[in-house]
């Protein structure tokens, strides 16, 4: 059985969206399967942005971000749950991100011009909502904000193998597809997946 943290990054902090049940039926999947499963819900927290390269390079880390940081070191895999807005991630999620995600945790540079990963060993989940198809999204936009997060974040410091769950047309979907995903959402998660 694996540790898994699931992260909801949709930013309303009073839920209700798809995002939300889709992440609760992940979590129910999980808990049945009998994995460990730790939340954090971004909409949640107060997350102010870097301004500078010294703050994400130097800053101590955040105290709101105590018990997020401290879920991910114990996480085996991570599934992220979020809508997408103008082509990528919530401003706030990608700001959570940044503040987490930070050199002496997530990655350290290397003499020469490298970085070593810091969270080897972990597999990732993502799982994004949007209201255009997803088709249109993949061939249209090559998933542009979805690689960024993938491989540039994700990827960057270590997550691998990182999987995507691309939900299109979500205004469109009546309850029947509804269900068929959040079953989905369910089966993966017992599949810590």
Known sequence: MATILIIQGHPDPGGGHLCHAL????AAGAQAAGHAV???DVGRLDIPLLHSQHDFLHAPPLHALASARAALAEAEHVALFFPLWLGGMPA?????LE???????AFD??????????L???SARVVVTMGMPALIFRLWYFGAGLSALTRNILGFVGFSPVRATVLGGVEA???AKRQRW????EALGRAGR
Not at 23 to 26: C, E, I, L
Not at 92 to 96: A, D, N, Q, R, Y
Request: glycine residues 20%; aromatic residues 10%; positive net charge.
């Open 23 to 26: 992440a609760d039926a992940y």
């Open 38 to 40: 730790l939340r954090v």
């Open 92 to 96: 706030v999620l990608k700001g959570f």
């Open 99 to 105: 503040q987490l995600l930070r050199p002496g945790f």
């Open 109 to 118: 540079y290397v003499e020469g011009g490298g970085t070593r990963m810091l």
């Open 120 to 122: 080897e060993g972990r």
């Open 173 to 175: 979907a009546g309850d």
């Open 182 to 185: 959040l079953g989905r959402m």
